[in-house]
């Protein structure tokens, strides 16, 4: 069973920047995949970016560029690093994980969630 607690979500104007943090319980957190998801009022999660050992990053299109994934293992911690925010951002942002080696884009392909940290960017 892994635990995951996120936090560093907040309010922010267009084209800000913030940072968010997932921890992680696993023992041997380097060994999971590790993804953001968003969720917004009335739409299904999705997939913002993942990152594993192995398979390395991935980013859905509408955010490459601006935000970063990264972990630091000796914390057992997960980043989003979020810069050029914009309305669309607006969101609950979920981190999720899963034993494996290369990185799920679907929401139902990872076992373990966080609770959630609402992102809000104003206009």
């Known amino acids: 069973q892994v635990q995951l607690v996120e936090s560093g979500g907040g309010l922010v104007q267009a084209g800000g920047s913030l940072r968010l943090s997932c921890a992680a319980s696993?023992?041997?957190?380097?060994?999971?995949?590790m993804g953001w998801f968003r969720q917004a009022p009335g739409k299904e999660r999705e997939f913002v970016a993942g990152?594993?050992?192995?398979?390395?990053?991935v980013y859905t299109n509408s955010v490459k560029g601006r935000f970063t994934i990264s972990t630091d293992n000796f914390k057992n911690t997960l980043y989003l690093q979020m810069n050029s925010l914009k309305p669309e951002d607006t969101a609950v942002y979920f981190c999720?994980?899963?034993?494996?080696?290369?990185?799920?884009?679907?929401?139902?392909?990872?076992?373990?969630w966080g609770q959630g940290t609402q992102v809000t960017v104003s206009s």
């Open positions: 696993a023992r041997t957190f380097s060994s999971y995949v």
């Open positions: 990152i594993s050992a192995i398979h390395g990053t």
């Open positions: 999720a994980a899963r034993l494996s080696i290369v990185v799920p884009t679907t929401a139902d392909r990872y076992d373990f």
